[in-house]
């Protein structure tokens, strides 16, 4: 089956997702109380009805744009009778999309998923005190180009790549102040347009280390088993189903470079001819077609969505 499954990352959030699955089927109400239950918190009130300032705090956003999609993979199994690993060929998440995917194909239990990604999003938070990090959008540079800019915007400094998305975007993160300088250089290295992004802390780069730290004590003592699908890692833009090595990726995630661009062209090298993305929003799908436009794409994250994409199997 030349399909991948895709799950977005954070930014994807908005008030009132996943209500419309919730009241339209029981499988994905299942999947709310699973996880509100894992939590000990009402996270499907505050994703249907906010405020939005409470789902866009990082402990929230990621275990609740994870609930959207777990829900999404849970109600296309149902309504067909037949697991994910029939319709599909591979996996893959931007950031923790990564974890989205890993519940999806069955390698993490949905409460063990929920659990990592509250305490994923609270250390990612800690690791940096608000207003120390940034993260900019450079729009227009290729890797090469904005790694050079990172680096020379650095002076002493953390400034690194955090995430290759497609051809002319690259998102740069590190101390503000060198993400400031960043921005400015890459105005004069032909950047069409540089925008500092609307984030609480600095993903992805070298100041999370001390969130990986945490990640790696809480993934050693959670059960993980083979996915059923094999997922292509943000940190080596290639497949892997061996649940250790995936266990060190999911760390190495933390502070690493998420290798999006890669990791759709790999995922096409491979044989696929299809992204289907399965959650809130259509980021990926928007970003599928910049990578190759020879991709079909199918976005499924609404009810009506949803219809849409079981009238294609």
Known sequence: MSRAFVFPGQGSQAVGMGRDLA????AARLVFEEIDDALGQKL???MFEGPEADLTLTENAQPALMAVSVAVARVVEGEIGRPLSSLGAIVAGHSLGEYSA????????LADAARLLKLRGQAMQKAVPVGVGAM????????????????????????????DNAPGQVVVSGHREAVERAVEIAGGRGARRSILLPVSAPFHCALMAPAAEVMADA??????APPTLPLVANVT???SSDPETIRQQLVRQVTAMVRWRESVLAMKAGGIATVAEFGAGKVLSGLV??????LATQAAGTPAEVDAFLKTL
Not at 102 to 109: E, G, I, P, S, T
Not at 219 to 224: E, K, N, P, T
Not at 289 to 294: A, F, G, L, W
């Open 23 to 26: 009241d339209a089927f029981p």
């Open 44 to 46: 499907s009130r505050l």
């Open 102 to 109: 890993l519940a999806a194909v069955r390698a993490f239990a």
């Open 136 to 163: 900019a959008a450079l729009l227009g540079l290729d890797l090469e180009q904005a790694q050079a800019v990172a680096a020379e915007a650095a002076q002493g400094q953390v400034c690194d790549a955090a995430n």
């Open 219 to 224: 993934l050693a003592g959670v059960a993980m």
């Open 237 to 239: 833009a290639a497949p």
């Open 289 to 294: 077609k910049r990578i190759d436009r020879e």
